[in-house]
Structures are given as C-alpha cells and as structure tokens.
C-alpha cells in the first residue's frame, strides 16, 4: 500500500524546504520570533495546511501535520 503524496511534494525543492519550515514554526509557536511570509502563508492556507482562527491566529490543520509527518 503506498502514501499519498504530501502536498508540499508537487513544489520546487526551494519552496518546498521554506514551507515545510514555516508549518514547523507555526506549529512550534514560533512565530513571533520567526514571522511567516505572507505569501508562504497564503499558500499555506490554499494548500489546506494551515487556517486563521479569530482573524489572528494561524493553527496547522490535520492535512498540515500529515505533511510533516512525510
């Protein structure tokens, strides 16, 4: 039986690398000390792999903690 795929595989080594790192930060709470892009941010979230709760505060979803798990 084989995985799916992370969605973070479909992307550039580059951009794959810098968005693995945020979802690590963001998941760590990191973010005030490392800010995330807005535009990694903004892939992020239409990857699935993070929302906005409360207008301010970004979680990693299931999908996002599966990604790092890959």
Do not use: C, F, Y
Not at 2 to 13: E, G, M, N, V
Not at 55 to 68: C, F, K, M, S, Y
Request: proline residues 4%; positive net charge.
């Amino acid at each position: 039986m084989t995985q799916p795929l992370s969605p973070l595989a479909r992307l550039d080594l580059d951009t794959a690398i810098r968005l693995r790192w945020a979802l690590r930060d963001i998941k760590a709470k990191r973010t005030k000390l490392t800010p995330v892009r807005q535009s990694d941010l903004v892939m992020l979230i239409e990857m699935g792999l993070v929302e906005i709760r409360d207008d301010t505060h970004v979680v990693v979803t299931n999908e996002g903690r599966q990604a790092l798990d890959h």
